[in-house]
């Protein structure tokens, strides 16, 4: 039976702020050197990053423009167990453009010099090695490769790399860093798909197998099937998260 999550809640305990932004910090050493006066700290001495612009926003206006706090205002939740997300609980849907250009790369051609290929299934993606992208999905490979009943779920990729906006949004896809990848669409579930409009989605349907997601979370990414807005097929790299989950023992089984 999948667990019911309503949106801004957890499980157990909710980390603080500067717990997660500490996490934040230790996901992504390659990048961020640390936090002053409210602000992300580069190791490339760039301008620092905004953590929080104070700005009151609901949930779409946090999908359109959000900070790094915003980013962080949604627990994500760890485990083999299937969940059913309520209204508007899309943990990881929000993102900070910012922070991905500086993580990535700013422009298409920026994260092409990044792009390395993984062997996934048959075939070869395209990802960003940046961040440890790269070495993580090859992590997530070897360990389904041992799980070959599970091959058709994850070949063919519907792709990685694709420098765009979220369909029908003014934010960057996580393929447009090459650090996001799709799975086989055949057996994929989506929220437009399904007839769902924006904050209204009145069914909820699965058919990738939860071994599949956790292989995925144990390695640092995320998968679209936790949000209200699902997309069953998307996974992408997000490893604060999955150390915030960790550490608040957020949890996807009851």
Request: with cysteine; charged share 25%; hydrophobic share 40%.
């Amino acid at each position: 039976m999948a667990t019911v999550l309503a949106a801004g809640t957890t499980l157990d305990g909710e980390l603080g702020l500067d717990e997660k932004l500490r996490l934040l910090v230790e996901a992504y050493p390659e990048t961020i050197s640390g936090i002053e006066d409210g602000y992300l700290i580069f190791r490339d001495g760039g301008e620092p990053l905004l953590i929080d612009d104070g700005a009151a926003k609901d949930h779409f206006a946090r999908l359109a423009q959000g900070d790094v706090e915003d980013s962080l205002s949604q627990d994500y939740p760890v485990g083999p167990c299937e969940t059913k997300p309520e209204v508007n609980f899309d943990p990881g849907r929000i993102r900070s453009d910012p922070l991905l250009m500086r993580l990535y790369g700013a422009s298409a051609r920026d994260v092409e010099r990044s792009l390395v290929k993984v062997a996934w299934f048959g075939g070869n993606v395209r990802v960003t090695k940046r961040q440890g992208a790269a070495a993580a999905l090859e992590r997530v490979r070897e360990e389904l490769a041992s799980r070959p009943e599970l091959k058709k779920y994850l070949s063919p990729s519907a792709g990685t790399f694709n420098w765009r906006k979220v369909a029908n949004a003014p934010n960057m896809s996580v393929h447009s860093f090459g650090a996001a990848i799709d799975i086989n669409t055949k057996y994929a579930d989506y929220w437009v798909w399904s007839g769902g409009k924006p904050g209204k989605v009145p069914h909820y349907a699965n058919k990738v197998p939860m071994e599949i997601v956790d292989a995925f979370e144990r390695h640092g990414f995320i998968w679209g099937g936790r949000w209200y807005h699902y997309d069953t097929m998307h996974f992408e790299y997000r490893p604060e998260l999955i150390a915030i989950a960790k550490a608040g023992g957020i949890s996807a089984c009851p």
